[in-house]
C-alpha cells in the first residue's frame, strides 16, 4: 500500500479530513461577531490543553513566534537562564541572547538535564529560566516539574516551549508553576502549521519589556483578548482548522488523547527494541522519553538517504532524520496529532521492510501489535 503523503514526522503533522474541510469555507470579518465567537473557543479549549486559568493568547505565526512574543515581551530581567540538551534549547538561547544577558547552561544532546547545573545558573543571578518541555530533536522529555521547582526556589521567572508537548502529553502549567507556556498548532494539536499560542500568567508581566518587537508584543494580545479579538489581521482558515481540531480534541476527551500518544510511542519504542535496533537516547528511565516522537539509531549497512528515500518513494511516508550533528546518526518517528494505530503499523512494517533488505533489522511487530490492542 501507498500513502499519498502520510506525515510521520515530528510535525506538521497529516491532516484529518474534518481539518482539512474546515478551511474550505469563506473568509468573514475578523472583527465580528462570529470571529469572535471562534476565538472564545479556542481559547478556553487552549486553557484546558495547558492546564490553566490564566490568559492565552493566539499569534498568527509558527511556534518560534510564540517563543520569540513570550522571551521578548516578558524579558525584563539582568540575566535568563536557557536550558540547552537538544536543537530547539539550543533555540531558545539564540532568541534569549538577542534580548538580555543569557546564560546556556549545554548538556549533551540526549543526555538528561542536570538540576544541579541549572540550580547553579539561578543560584548565581538568573531572574528567568527558559526550557523545552519535548526535545523532539532528541525524543527527550525533559522534567518540567522539576525545573520550575527549582526556578521558584529564587523567585525566578519560568517558560516553557511546549510547542511539541501541549496537547499530546501531560501539562500542568499552574500546579507546575510555569508562568509562560507556548504551543504551535501544527503539532499534537494536529492542525495546520502557521498558528502559535501562549499561555501567560498574572505573574509574568511583572517581567513585561516595551523592548520586543511590535507584531510579537504580547501586551497588544493581552488588550484585545476581552473582546475575543487579535490586535492584527489573523491567519482565518487557520482559526477555522485550529476550532475543529480543538473540537475533535475535545470529543476524544484530552485523558484519551494522552493516552493514545502514549500507547502510540510505546509501540514504535518496543518495535525498534524487539527488531534490535537501538533507541536513541538510552534514557535510565523510559519515564524520560518522548510521547510524541520516538528517535532510533541508524543500524549500520544502511544510509538515512536509502531508509528514508525508499521509504517515500515507495510508500509514500515521511519520517525524519537527524538534525546537526546528528544527520544521518538517527532516524526520527512521530506520533503527534491525528494519528492512528493504522498509521503506526503500516509505518514500522513499511519501515521494517526498507531495514531488511539491507540486514538491518529483525523482523518483529509482535510487541508494538499487542501495545496497540489497548486502543
Not at 290 to 305: F, L, Q, Y
Request: with cysteine.
Amino acid at each position: 500500500m501507498k500513502f499519498d503523503g502520510l506525515l510521520m514526522i515530528p510535525g506538521p503533522v497529516h491532516l484529518h479530513e474534518r481539518i482539512i474541510r474546515a478551511m474550505n469555507r469563506q473568509m468573514i470579518g475578523h472583527r465580528g461577531k462570529e470571529f469572535g465567537e471562534i476565538m472564545e473557543y479556542c481559547v478556553e479549549r487552549l486553557k484546558e490543553l495547558f492546564g490553566t486559568r490564566g490568559d492565552v493568547y493566539i499569534i498568527s505565526g509558527s511556534g518560534t513566534a510564540g517563543l520569540e512574543a513570550a522571551i521578548a515581551s516578558f524579558s525584563k530581567v539582568r540575566r535568563i537562564t536557557c536550558v540547552d540538551n537538544g536543537k530547539f534549547g539550543d533555540r531558545l538561547g539564540r532568541i534569549a541572547s538577542r534580548y538580555t544577558e543569557t546564560d546556556v547552561v549545554r548538556f549533551e544532546w540526549g543526555q538528561p538535564v542536570d538540576l544541579e547545573v541549572v540550580e547553579r545558573s539561578l543560584a548565581e543571578g538568573s531572574e528567568a529560566l527558559a526550557f523545552v518541555h519535548n526535545e523532539t530533536s532528541t525524543a527527550m522529555l525533559n522534567p518540567a516539574k522539576e525545573l520550575s521547582r527549582i526556578a521558584k526556589k529564587y523567585n525566578a521567572l519560568v517558560i516553557m516551549d511546549g510547542i511539541t508537548s501541549v496537547g499530546g502529553d501531560e501539562v500542568r502549567m499552574d500546579e507546575w508553576g510555569i508562568d509562560v507556556a507556548i504551543v504551535g498548532s501544527q503539532k499534537c494539536i494536529g492542525a495546520p502549521p502557521g498558528l502559535a499560542a501562549v499561555a501567560v500568567n498574572d505573574r509574568a508581566w511583572e517581567f513585561y519589556s516595551e523592548r520586543c518587537p511590535f507584531y510579537l508584543d504580547l501586551a497588544a494580545y493581552k488588550k484585545k483578548l476581552p473582546d475575543m479579538q487579535t490586535p492584527y489581521t489573523p491567519a482565518l482558515p487557520l482559526f477555522f482548522a485550529l476550532e475543529e481540531a480543538l473540537r475533535m480534541i475535545e470529543e476524544e476527551g484530552l485523558e484519551n488523547r494522552i493516552r493514545r500518544h502514549r500507547l502510540l510511542s510505546k509501540a514504535v519504542r518496543e518495535w525498534a527494541i524487539e527488531a534490535g535496533l537501538q533507541l536513541f537516547p538510552q534514557p535510565d528511565e523510559l519515564s524520560n522519553y518522548s510521547n510524541t516522537v520516538t528517535a532510533i539509531r541508524m543500524p549500520d549497512g544502511i544510509t538515512d538517504k536509502e531508509l528514508r528515500g525508499t521509504l517515500q518513494r515507495e510508500y509514500g511516508i515521511a519520517i525524519s532524520g537527524g538534525q546537526e550533528h546528528l544527520k544521518g546518526k538517527i532516524f526520527r518517528i512521530g506520533n503527534m496529532g491525528n494519528v492512528s494505530k493504522r498509521h503506526v503499523i503500516a509505518t514500522l512494517a513499511a519501515v521494517q521492510d526498507v531495514l531488511m533488505r539491507y540486514n538491518a533489522c529483525k523482523p518483529a511487530l509482535h510487541a508494538a501489535i499487542e501495545i496497540l490492542k489497548e486502543l
